[in-house]
């Protein structure tokens, strides 16, 4: 099985308000990602988990804010975000991050639109 | 420093025609490198990967790929397009400690009745 689940497909949500996106992969996968993709353009790395542990943050605002509780779940929590956050949210796994082994398995990703 | 240029952004075949879609890289090592195909509004689903193995990689649905160190590059093929081919493509390298993917634009394939 190489399947990455994210919930929910797609979330509206105010400025103010505060929500999170969830990601699950049962693969015993030991690293994770965030990615956004806006339309028409590649993914952008956000952020890479390596045995829980936030191993790269690309520069990302605070207003996002990931979370590892355990080797399945990742979480990317959001807050005050603005308009131009509106994307596609992408969750991935691989193996770990040796080579050979850092092939990355994507979830069908959250739209999410900021109003 | 790793990146991967896509020399097309879009392509257009017919049903039933090959389909060449075109990836070049720059590493200063030996890389690792990846094809994903996304249909509209979903995730990416790997196609096929290289990894200093077999030059000459196969991947699902038909798809193959061959490395060429001397060209630096990485095109994807498939002998005979199919409707559900209609998707975009990247082409992605793995950075020299492989805790990051560098994708290319992407390549927009469009395929005719």
């Known amino acids: 099985d190489t399947e990455v689940t994210q919930t929910p497909k797609h979330l509206v949500m105010g400025m103010t308000n505060k929500k999170s996106l969830k990601c699950e992969q049962h693969?015993?996968?030991?690293?994770m990602y965030w990615y956004k993709q806006k339309a028409k353009k590649p993914p952008e790395l956000m952020f890479v988990?390596?045995?829980?542990?936030?191993?790269i943050n690309e520069s990302v605002p605070s207003r996002f804010s990931p979370e590892c509780p355990n080797s399945s779940l990742l979480n990317l929590h959001l807050h005050a975000l603005q308009p131009e956050d509106s994307a596609l949210y992408l969750c991935?796994?691989?193996?770990?991050?040796?080579?050979?082994?850092?092939?990355?398995?994507f979830g069908p990703g959250t739209r999410l639109t900021v109003t | 420093a790793q990146s991967v240029t896509q020399l097309d952004s879009h392509v257009s075949v017919s049903e039933g025609t090959p389909v060449l879609l075109r990836c070049n890289y720059s590493?200063?090592?030996?890389?690792?490198l990846f094809w994903y195909v996304q249909h509209p509004n979903k995730g990416l689903q790997l196609l096929l990967k290289?990894?200093?193995?077999?030059?000459l990689v196969k991947g699902i649905n038909g798809f193959e790929a061959e490395f060429k160190k001397s060209e630096t590059s990485f095109h994807l093929t498939k002998p005979s397009a199919h409707m559900s081919d209609a998707a975009e493509y990247f082409c992605?390298?793995?950075?020299?400690?492989?805790?990051?993917?560098?994708f290319g634009s992407g390549t927009k394939l469009n395929v005719k009745p």
């Open positions: 992605v390298v793995s950075s020299y400690n492989f805790n990051k993917f560098y």
């Open positions: 988990y390596s045995y829980e542990k936030l191993s």
């Open positions: 590493s200063s090592y030996s890389p690792s």
């Open positions: 290289y990894t200093s193995a077999a030059t």
């Open positions: 693969m015993g996968h030991r690293a």
């Open positions: 991935a796994s691989s193996q770990d991050l040796q080579g050979g082994r850092n092939e990355q398995y």
